[in-house]
């Protein structure tokens, strides 16, 4: 395969497209909205009254298992992937295992909430499973120079497509009888329209996850070189590639300190990601009709959403100019310094309009601090065709960060009782990422043995 042909690089995007549905709607809008809705009624916790956990820290802990397992089966698939030179194949099941937890959220009620939550941890192994091997394409399609362009233009492509089927989703749930929801809701036994419509969405982004993925899927090849001979146990040999990985990081120091501050600052971003719905759900208030404070509605989270994924696409467009002036570690200090930022303005955030604000920082950064954190590994691997499990290596990081930054919520949360210190620990986690960060050098240095 030659790179830098635009038209498999174009499909190449295009499975961003079809997947950001599932971390807008899923994780960060629709669900989350929806999932309040039915495990906390009049400030009463039913899942805590239920399970002994409040509702908040079992969503993120939902969460922190789910990224456990893809972390942990991660070098086993690049494993699977090196020897056999079938990216494209683990791609499409790992999408279409993710696709299909989607459209089972459909059956999601707060009395089938264990099968809801395990519906809403298998999407995610799918989503993040399939990173893996979509990431891995990168440098085998584009030559290293036009990685933070190719890279950023995925994720603007994700953050347009997520965007389009959120208003869509938008509008089935603000107003279900502008497309007969509601009399679908009254034939279904006098279901309630919103509740319907929400679920409905959730069937709506796995099919548009698994029609879109249809592109990349055409366009990229079915097989690549494969890197290793003979017989192999493919259950072990991605361990063994892992463990391999880590003893060259051994020998260097920009991409060994590089992994470590990705490691840190990565905990918060994710986190922020996930959860930052389900924190404003609880402590953002908004002015009724009559003046009273009340928590902010679903059409304002929806709307600091659209705000977020809107103002994301920009922001990948500036880093990439940024990264290109002062390149790519000046870009990600000066990314996660706002994120510090954001964090110390969220702990003084209570009412919606400060709340926006906050969510169009979040968008500038969010986009610009991934784009960039993937193109910037990628241009700091040394000269290896040995892409999945590098970038094995960089996604284990990547999950196991995520579940610790999750983790972290629910249990200050559930030990605090209180949301807003988890904004603490969040902060700390961009400080720590931020101070390592400036230690990377600029150059690789690779240490004597």
């Not at 790179?3 to 174009?10: H, T, V």
């Not at 960060?28 to 509702?55: E, H, L, N, W």
């Not at 003046?291 to 659209?306: F, Q, T, Y």
């Not at 209180?418 to 961009?430: P, Q």
Request: aromatic share 14%.
């Amino acid at each position: 395969m030659q790179k830098g042909d635009p038209r498999i690089i174009r499909a190449w995007t295009m499975y961003d497209w079809a997947n950001s549905a599932y971390s807008l709607t899923i994780t960060s809008a629709i669900f989350p909205i929806y999932y309040a809705a039915i495990s906390i009624v009049d400030g009463f916790d039913k899942v805590a009254d239920r399970f002994g956990v409040p509702a908040d820290s079992m969503q993120s802990y939902a969460l922190s298992v789910g990224f456990l397992i893809v972390a942990l089966i991660a070098p086993i698939l690049s494993g699977i992937a090196d020897s056999r030179g079938n990216k494209l194949a683990y791609l499409k099941g790992f999408c279409y295992l993710g696709a299909a937890s989607c459209m089972g959220l459909f059956f999601f009620t707060f009395d089938h909430l264990v099968f809801g939550l395990v519906l809403f941890m298998l999407a995610c192994v799918g989503f993040s499973g399939s990173l893996i091997f979509y990431d891995a394409f990168l440098p085998e399609i584009a030559e290293p120079a036009d990685h933070d362009k190719v890279s950023a233009r995925g994720y603007i492509m994700g953050y347009v497509g997520s965007v389009l089927l959120l208003i869509i989703n938008l509008i089935m749930v603000q107003s279900p009888q502008l497309l007969g929801i509601d009399r679908l809701a009254q034939w279904m036994g006098g279901m309630d329209p919103g509740g319907l419509a929400a679920r409905l969405s959730f069937l709506s982004v796995g099919l548009w996850w698994a029609l879109w993925a249809q592109i990349p899927f055409a366009a990229l090849p079915k097989r690549t070189r494969t890197i290793t001979n003979g017989e192999v146990n493919v259950w072990v040999s991605g361990y063994r590639e892992l463990r391999k990985v880590w003893r060259q990081l051994g020998g260097t120091v920009r991409l060994k300190r590089y992994l470590a501050a990705f490691f840190v600052f990565n905990m918060g971003i994710q986190t922020v990601m996930y959860l930052a719905v389900a924190f404003a759900t609880r402590e953002i208030k908004q002015l009724d009709a009559f003046g009273n404070a009340v928590p902010i509605g679903a059409d304002a989270l929806i709307i600091s959403i659209l705000v977020i994924q809107l103002v994301a696409a920009f922001g990948a467009w500036i880093f990439t100019r940024l990264s290109g002036r002062f390149g790519n570690l000046m870009a990600l200090g000066i990314g996660v310094t706002i994120w510090v930022g954001i964090c110390i303005g969220a702990y003084f955030t209570h009412w919606t309009t400060e709340f926006y604000v906050l969510a169009a920082f979040v968008g500038l950064v969010m986009g610009g601090c991934q784009s960039l954190s993937r193109s910037t590994y990628a241009k700091f691997l040394p000269d290896t065709e040995d892409h999945a499990s590098y970038f094995s290596f960089y996604d284990v990081s990547y999950y196991m960060g995520t579940v610790f930054g999750t983790l972290a919520y629910g249990l200050v949360n559930q030990i605090t009782g209180d949301l807003r210190n988890t904004v603490i620990a969040i902060g700390s986690f961009f400080v720590i990422g931020l101070l390592l960060l400036l230690r990377v050098p600029a150059r690789e240095r690779t240490l004597v043995a």
